[in-house]
């Protein structure tokens, strides 16, 4: 496996620039000659659809979804980041760079970082001019605030969700091209395999989610814009639909997956209610900017009303082990605290599972009008959700799955280890690292789909001469055939058990022993576990109804099936990480004072799985990861 990351030389600031100038260019008549599908309709796949329509390229654009608007990105609530440095508090391109980079625990690739942090400055001003309605300061500048892990204000939000509005924003840009002609849009469709002809990408299969068909669609490019695979852990803040089955698929077609155990626990959550949940309500982690957490000091007061416990007897804890960023420390840090307090019989809500974050003195100092302007659709989702008044009563919150670090292996270009394969947004692997500071998901997403893939397309497609190949050729039929007779097989077994209790099944495994905490222990005997499931779901499912017509069933037995498959890639490659970094916590590698404790020596690489076959082991591969602009350094916010 070729894990050339294709970096340009030069100095750090100038890569970008000097990649772009070298980069083969498209004709505008010629554009019109290729086709290139995207799969995927959120911040990365939408906003890549829209700017290749614009450029004069054929662009078939699938989702899942009945509308591209019903992408999981307009879940995201906080913000988006950008070194605008508006408050002159001393941000800047290089700042948000090193931040993403420290946030990530020295496991990134720092060409592919700084692009980024370049690029956000640039997102601002493309989303504004759409008509995205962000939040301003009195005199008319834009208003930002902190978050997660950074000690300056570059975090630009919209009222109501950010999310939603930058999808909107996209969203537009997406519908002209699609009224132009440019972008032909297929909703309803779920994208089952990847087709390759001499080893580069020329189509996908898909299956009608409507009428139950499989058909074969083929380009001269394919971009897999399909999000992370969070939803592995069954509960988490994804919509209930994602899923890993795009990205899994066309690994088991030959595109390396990188870094898989690199996951993301937010620590801003609502508590988790029942059994009947099918996701976890995300808060924004902009919360912390004003919000104090803490949990009683001992076991018997978490029973009390929470404005019953004096201040003496309340333990401020990540302001007592952070104090430099206090209740701004990173994700990946805050919510191991909080499972520490709640490991230590301190939580609080039903279970024992929160903490609380309260706002009791930032409305005493700012007034409660100032906090209802800057969080109140917030907090009235909070109470719509646990009849709980939080300008009253301090939040209760809970560490939850959220983001996912780990994806497909890509180079520079964006392009996967599959030539003509290539992967955006949460879908790749590469820029975050070990765990993503907040708000920089949104600018992953826009930068790649807006900004780089553009120039990387073109350079591909311009260099390779590739020719779209027919439908009906004998390398797509194989791959149609193998994509029926999978579903074939799911529906055969005619079992007792449904895929969803599979799935709940899986969730106990993983968060088990691969969640927030992992032991070497715990891993191997997941693995076991997770193969005895495999066995049993081959077995025992049952999936009622047919497979060429509508049929929901189906549709989460082969998710279900992938998430089983991944689920044991995942721990494979947690059980390989001899180390603790980011959100990758291994009990073994911590100081004494319960801190992560990283092995540049033996890990400063992304571990990148080949995939051999069924039934058969994966192979590691590694990309180092070479530090030239930053000194490597323990990771430290006290």
């Not at 022993?513 to 032991?519: D, N, T, V, Y």
């Not at 004072?593 to 051999?612: L, M, Q, S």
């Amino acid at each position: 496996m070729n894990l050339d990351p294709q970096i340009p030389e030069g100095p750090l600031s100038d890569k970008w620039d000097n990649h772009r100038f070298s980069s083969k260019l498209v004709n505008p008549a010629n554009k019109r000659k290729y086709r290139i599908i995207v799969v995927g309709s959120g911040l990365a796949g939408g906003s890549a659809a829209a700017t290749l329509g614009e450029l004069g390229y054929q662009v078939d654009c699938f989702c899942y979804q009945d509308t591209p608007r019903r992408a999981h990105s307009i879940a995201a609530q906080g913000g988006i980041n950008a070194a605008k440095n508006y408050q002159n508090d001393g941000d800047s391109i290089h700042r948000l760079f090193y931040d993403t980079v420290k946030g990530g625990d020295f496991r990134s690739r720092e060409a592919n970082v700084y692009r980024l942090a370049q690029n956000s400055t640039n997102i601002i001003d493309q989303c504004v001019a759409q008509g995205v309605p962000f939040a301003r300061e009195y005199g008319g500048l834009l208003a930002n605030r902190s978050f997660g892990g950074a000690q300056v204000s570059r975090t630009f939000y919209a009222r109501g969700q950010t999310g939603q509005q930058l999808l909107l924003g996209a969203y537009s840009a997406l519908s002209r091209q699609i009224a132009a002609g440019q972008v032909k849009m297929h909703t309803r469709h779920e994208m089952l395999d990847l087709v390759t002809v001499d080893g580069h990408a020329k189509g996908i299969i898909t299956r009608n989610l409507v009428t139950g068909s499989t058909d074969a669609w083929t380009a001269d490019a394919v971009l897999l814009c399909t999000g992370g695979y969070g939803n592995v852990y069954y509960l988490s803040t994804n919509a209930a639909g994602c899923n890993v089955t795009a990205t899994y698929r066309a690994h088991r077609r030959g595109a390396g997956f990188a870094n898989p155990c690199f996951t993301q626990i937010h620590p801003t959550c609502i508590p988790v209610a029942g059994d009947h949940q099918s996701k976890l309500t995300l808060m924004s982690e902009s919360l912390r900017n004003d919000g104090r957490v803490w949990v009683p000091n001992d076991k018997e007061s978490c029973e009390l009303n929470p404005n019953d416990i004096n201040e003496e007897l309340r333990d401020y804890f990540l302001e007592r082990k952070y104090p430099s960023f206090g209740n701004l420390a990173p994700r990946d840090i805050s919510s191991r605290s909080a499972k520490e307090a709640c490991d230590e019989g301190r939580g609080v809500g039903p279970g024992g599972r929160g903490v609380y974050l309260d706002f009791a003195d930032s409305i005493s100092r700012l007034g409660e009008s100032a906090i209802r302007e800057r969080y109140g659709n917030l907090f009235q989702m909070y109470e719509r959700i646990t009849g709980e008044n939080a300008y009253k009563r301090p939040m209760r919150i809970y560490p939850a799955i959220h983001y996912t670090m780990g994806g497909l292996w890509v180079d520079y270009n964006l392009q996967s280890t599959v030539p003509g394969c290539f992967v955006l947004g949460e879908a790749n692997f590469s820029d975050h690292g070990a765990n993503r500071l907040g708000a920089s998901a949104l600018m992953q997403g826009l930068s790649d789909g807006y900004f780089v893939i553009p120039y990387t397309v073109g350079n591909y497609l311009a260099r390779s001469g590739a020719g779209a190949i027919s439908p009906d050729g004998p390398e797509v039929k194989e791959v149609l055939e193998s994509v029926k007779e999978r579903t074939s097989q799911l529906l055969s077994p005619q079992g007792k058990r449904s895929s969803r209790s599979y799935h709940k099944e899986l969730e106990q495994m993983m968060w088990e022993f691969a969640g927030m905490e992992r032991s070497e222990k715990g891993i191997k005997k997941a693995i076991g576990q997770i193969q005895d499931l495999r066995d049993d779901f081959n077995k025992n499912l049952v999936v009622p109804g047919e497979g060429d017509r509508l049929n929901v069933e189906l549709e989460r037995a082969g998710r279900v099936r992938d998430f089983i498959d991944f689920g044991e890639l995942l721990c494979r490659d947690a059980l390989e990480r001899n180390e603790s970094c980011g959100g990758h916590f291994r009990e073994e590698h911590q100081t004494a004072e319960g801190e992560a404790t990283r092995d540049d020596e033996n890990f400063a690489h992304a571990a990148v799985w080949e995939y051999k076959g069924e039934g058969k082991e994966p192979e590691r591969h590694k990309e180092e990861l070479k530090y030239e602009n930053i000194e490597l350094a323990v990771r430290s916010y006290k």
